[in-house]
């Protein structure tokens, strides 16, 4: 592995090199290129947010009727949660936090 040094001086423009960016290229996004991107990582997050709590569940061995009764919340909320039609939020994304990393203590606060 090669070590290169470099000494940047911040009151010297030209001691500061422009990086790995493509400027070319970030000059030609548009408005609409960023909106897409945007959606795309929000939809992203969603199906992120549906694997977690559809491997929460299955962690805890119970179907989605179960698991509805389990944690007081309706199985239409559980089932939007799996799809990636809604995401936890609040206290159901800590609820699943907790679950995730001690559920015998979190099954048995609940019952």
């Known amino acids: 592995m090669k070590i290169v040094r470099l000494r940047i ?37 969603m199906q992120d947010a549906a694997r977690y709590a559809r491997r929460v569940r299955k962690r805890l061995g119970l179907s989605q009727a179960e698991f509805s009764h389990c944690i007081s919340v309706p199985i239409d909320t559980i089932r939007n949660w799996e799809q990636g ?8 994304k800590a609820l699943l936090k907790v679950l995730d990393r001690a559920p015998e203590t979190a099954l048995a606060a609940l019952s």
């Open 9 to 45: 001086d911040p009151a010297d423009p030209a001691s500061m090199a422009l990086g790995r960016i493509d400027t070319a290229f970030v000059d030609a996004t548009t408005e609409e290129d960023i909106a897409r991107h945007i959606a795309e990582d929000e939809a992203e997050a």
């Open 85 to 92: 039609k809604r995401s936890p939020t609040g206290a159901a």
